[in-house]
Each structure stands twice: as C-alpha cells, then as structure tokens.
C-alpha cells in the first residue's frame, strides 16, 4: 500500500481542536512507514468543488489502500455507505459517544490509542463484515422503531448543556414517553406465519447481540449474516426497573416482556401502509411500510485487531423467526 485516504469529522464530539491534532497523528504515521496521504474534510461541499464522497470515490479509483475515517457512527456508516463491496478497507479511529462498531471489532476506544494500532496493522488484519439494510438503506450497528428512536432524538437534543441540565432534561423526557408513547401493533414475516406483536420498541441489529450489555450492547461476530430482532411487550410500568437490572446482568433474554429472534431476512407490517420514522446508527429516516429488512454478507471490508479471546462474549442463542408461531416461547399474540 503506497497512499491512504483519510476521512474527518471536524464536528465529531472530540471536538475540532482535538480531530485536527488526532489527523496529524496518523498523517505522520503513516508517512513514517512510506504511505502518502490525502484528507478529505467529511460533510464538506463547497460551490463548484467536488463533494466529500464524490473524492472518496476519486480516492478508490486512483488505488487507495485504506480509508481511516475520524467519526463516531453516524460518520463511519456514511463513509461505510461508499465502501460496500470496495477492496479498500475501513479503518475506524473512534470520536462519537457508543463507538458501537469499533467496540465490536476490539479497536481502541482511546482515539489517539486507535491511531497507533491501526498504523501498526498488517493487510492480514483485514476482514470482511455484514452490513444491515432496511428499504435500500444501510446500517452497520442498528435499525430502530416507536420509543427507542424518540429517546436516542432526546439524548442528542441534550448533548452539550453540562451534565446535570442534561440528566435532568433526559429523565423528564423518558419519563413523559414512557407514560404516553403508544404501543403498536406489528407483523413480522420472515418466511413463515406471521406473529403479531403489540409493542413500543422494536430493534433491529446488524448480526445478533450478546446478553451482556457493558454498558453498551455488543455482538462476539459481525459476520453471521442474520439479523437480531429485539421488542418489549405491553405491560405495566413497574416492571420496567426489573427489565433494567436484568439488561444490565445479562439475565432479560429470560424475561417474558421481551421477545427475540434471528432471521436471514424480516418484513414488518403495520396493517396500513403508513410512515415510520427509522433510525439507522443514530441517522432519522423516513419509511413507508411494508419494511423490509436484510444484510449484504461480506460486503464491507474492515481492519481490526485480533480479539484474541472471547472469553466474556455469550453469544444470545434465539429462535429462528422463520420458524416461529405465535405460541413459541418469548413472543405473545396480540
């Protein structure tokens, strides 16, 4: 590999000062090992001048061998978005607050720690990963629906206003959903009868999670190319302190407000074609039903540390959707 192509969010949540410091960091080391570099400036699109994708895909045509991205997820699953099935590995030097892929891939969650492990790495550390979609749009983490998206819209409204005009601001705010956010009735297809569920929340992931949540989920493989599909039945308000204590021991793939499964491919259906709002890695979408989920086995190529053991991953073992009736285990009709 003779040039590398670097991507940086100047508004990522380290801030600018911090982003330009951590992009001379990797242009000098990767210059110390003989690779030139070019630094393309993400979100940017002057008047007359070639957006920030259009030199991503200048980059790949003159041989780029790598592109770092300096982001959190929103900023990898855009840059990830001109990568599919590219030769060119992704290299993630984490920004954002989850950082849920570089997790997954045992990438340095320290950005100036990520640098040097990512310039350390042979060609060898390169794999290849799944990437999720949901009506032709992609993420790599998660897709999500009803109460979920509103609370994570929350979160990001009240980043920034100091810690405890935050907390404050967010509890209120979950707490208001919480009582007034209304169930909705769904069908899940994914090659057998359909179940019908009544539910707030609904989560899809990019290759299913483990039990344990510390903090954040994660998943021991990216590249089984099935889909995690997660809710919470309608229930009453007090159990949800229990739900929370068995997320945060690893114990609520037990719990009967929760249903889970795993499925190649899923369609939801609302009963009317309607608009959902969709949020894909923490990206707002706009989607009319039916929706149709799916992954692109492979299609994404990434550089990774080796793990080494997964000792602390407990990989959730679910039913298989295409399978399910509605009287298996962990799901109820409606």
């Known amino acids: 590999m003779s040039h590398a192509t670097i991507v940086v969010n100047q508004r990522a949540g380290a801030g600018a000062s911090q982003v330009e410091a951590l992009t001379h960091r990797l242009n000098e080391r990767l210059r110390e090992r003989g690779i030139a570099t070019t630094v393309i400036r993400f979100g940017d699109d002057p008047h007359g001048k070639p957006g920030w994708k259009e030199a991503i895909q200048t980059a790949l045509a003159h041989g780029s061998g790598r592109i770092y991205v300096l982001g959190g997820d929103g900023t990898v699953l855009a840059v990830a978005e001109t990568l599919v099935d590219q030769a060119a590995p992704l290299a993630i030097v984490p920004l954002g ?22 310039t350390e790495l042979a060609d060898e550390a390169v794999r290849s990963i799944c990437i999720g979609r949901v009506n032709g749009h992609l993420f790599l983490n998660a897709s999500m629906i009803g109460l979920s998206t509103r609370l994570a819209r929350t979160r990001e409204a009240v980043r920034g206003r100091g810690l405890f005009r935050a907390v404050v601001r967010f509890a209120s705010k979950a707490l208001w959903l919480l009582r007034r956010y209304p169930y909705r009735r769904m069908h899940l297809h994914a ?17 299913p999670i483990n039990t344990k949540m510390r903090p954040y989920p994660s ?28 997320l945060l021991w690893g114990r609520w793939a037990d719990d009967p407000r929760l249903f889970h499964y795993q499925a190649a491919a899923l369609r939801i259906e609302t009963g009317n074609q309607r608009k959902l709002t969709v949020m894909n890695d923490g990206e707002r979408l706009r989607l009319r039903t039916p ?3 799916d992954t692109l086995p492979g299609s994404l190529r990434v550089l990774a540390p080796n793990r080494g053991s997964q000792a602390d991953a407990e990989p959730l073992t679910s039913p298989t959707l295409s399978k399910a009736t509605a009287s298996d285990p962990g799901i109820t009709p409606t």
């Open 291 to 293: 929706l149709h989920y």
């Open 219 to 246: 998943r021991a493989r990216l590249d089984t190319s099935l889909l995690g599909i997660y809710g919470i039945h309608k229930g009453p308000l007090h159990q949800l302190p229990r739900l929370a204590l068995r």
């Open 191 to 207: 090659g057998g009868k359909p179940i019908k569920v009544k539910t707030r929340a609904l989560v899809i992931t990019n290759n």
């Open 97 to 118: 607050t989850a950082n849920l892929l570089a997790r997954d891939l045992g990438i340095p969650l320290e950005p100036s720690a990520a640098v040097d492990a990512l």
